[in-house]
């Protein structure tokens, strides 16, 4: 048996994220190490069946709703939230996660890592993809683990403050001492929601930043690299399924609450994005608003509050979002205009 292994975390929901799963497993392959899959839905590819030295399957689903984080978005700015601050308005999207999952699936893959006696690991999640001329630098961080615990890739929590926290989706660590601290995670939504709320209520990199913190030994070596990852690992595609690149996304797509004038109103976000967004709105069937939003721009338009379900976006002529007429929209964002 390899003395390193690879952790793969992998959620093929739909055909496309099959192929993708299955594309940048085939990668972590030539890398010779043995390979423990945890696969959260059935729709696996047979290659990963068998190539995967041992398989878990864990089709629970723990979320967190916006409500649990609603108090840190307010008093700390932690919880699960994107946001955009400039000289007009500031503006806030809140999220439901899989956060809970997340954790409990890490800890789940570590705990049988360490029952089946491997040293060292490198967990990765099922969208990223590591170009031949990068499997170098993944060997190189296995090597790293004769000086460190864990080697994690750090970055700046908010653009406002000094926070550096830990990617969740991406590191390498020593079995045993990583067991020492991975068993302390919450396992389950109850858990996670009810245990300490000044951890867990928090950004997730952030939750899990803490919780190595707390729970680390005295001696405990860690390799916090600050460099981004795409620029280490320069050939390779990471975080291909990054929910901010999906143009109708809760994260800039959505109808929020108008805090200075007391109504919901729909708010479009163009952060981030390097092409031209057009954007329609059709309320029943009468098409209210066609527009072009540019690239780090923003459109928002008010709909009457009881129209909202018959409301549907259309983006670039393909995509369509449409909404919930029961939600309450503060749980979903808010708009600040600048006095």
């Given at each position: 048996m390899s003395?390193?292994?690879?952790?793969?975390?992998?959620?093929p929901s739909t055909v496309s994220r099959s192929k993708m799963c299955l594309k940048n497993f085939k990668q972590?392959?030539?890398?010779?190490?043995?390979?423990?899959?945890?696969?959260?839905?059935?729709?696996?590819?047979?290659?990963?069946?068998?190539?995967?030295?041992?398989?878990i399957y864990d089709y629970t689903s723990h979320k967190c709703d916006k409500k649990f984080y609603f108090d840190f978005y307010k008093t700390s700015g932690g919880g699960y939230f994107m946001y955009d601050i400039n000289s007009h308005h500031k503006v806030m999207f809140y999220h439901d996660t899989h956060f809970p999952s997340l954790l409990r699936n890490y800890r789940s893959l570590v705990s049988y890592a360490k029952c089946l006696g491997y040293d060292n690991y490198f967990y990765i999640e099922d969208d990223h993809f590591i170009h031949n001329h990068d499997l170098c630098n993944v060997r190189k961080y296995i090597d790293k683990l004769s000086e460190y615990d864990l080697i994690t890739f750090c970055f700046q929590r908010l653009l406002t403050s000094n926070e550096q926290v830990y990617s969740t989706y991406f590191n390498f660590g020593k079995v045993n001492t990583m067991f020492d601290i991975v068993k302390n995670f919450a396992y389950t939504e109850y858990e996670y929601k009810n245990t300490d709320v000044?951890?867990?209520?928090?950004?997730?990199?952030?939750?899990?930043?803490k919780l190595i913190n707390k729970y680390k030994s005295d001696d405990y070596k860690i390799l916090k690299e600050t460099e981004s990852i795409s620029n280490i690992f320069k050939y390779s595609s990471i975080n291909q399924v990054y929910s901010y690149r999906n143009?109708?996304?809760?994260?800039?797509?959505?109808?929020?609450?108008?805090?200075?004038?007391?109504?919901?109103?729909?708010?479009?976000?163009?952060?981030?994005?390097?092409?031209?967004?057009?954007?329609?709105?059709?309320?029943?069937?009468?098409?209210?608003?066609?527009?072009?939003?540019?690239?780090?721009?923003?459109?928002?338009?008010?709909?009457?509050?009881?129209?909202?379900?018959?409301?549907?976006?259309?983006?670039?002529?393909?995509?369509?979002?449409?909404?919930?007429?029961?939600?309450?929209?503060?749980?979903?964002?808010?708009?600040?205009?600048?006095?």
């Open positions: 003395k390193n292994v690879i952790l793969f975390l992998t959620s972590l392959v030539n890398l010779g190490y043995d390979i423990i899959t945890l696969s959260t839905t059935e729709l696996l590819p047979t290659y990963i069946v068998e190539k995967s030295k041992h398989l000044d951890i867990y209520g928090q950004f997730f990199e952030t939750v899990f930043t143009l109708i996304d809760d994260s800039r797509c959505n109808f929020i609450y108008d805090i200075i004038n007391s109504k919901p109103v729909f708010y479009y976000s163009t952060v981030l994005l390097s092409e031209p967004v057009n954007l329609k709105i059709f309320v029943g069937n009468i098409c209210h608003e066609n527009t072009t939003v540019y690239p780090g721009c923003w459109y928002y338009s008010y709909v009457d509050p009881s129209l909202i379900g018959i409301t549907r976006i259309i983006v670039n002529d393909k995509l369509v979002k449409t909404f919930d007429a029961s939600q309450n929209v503060i749980y979903n964002g808010e708009l600040f205009f600048n006095s």
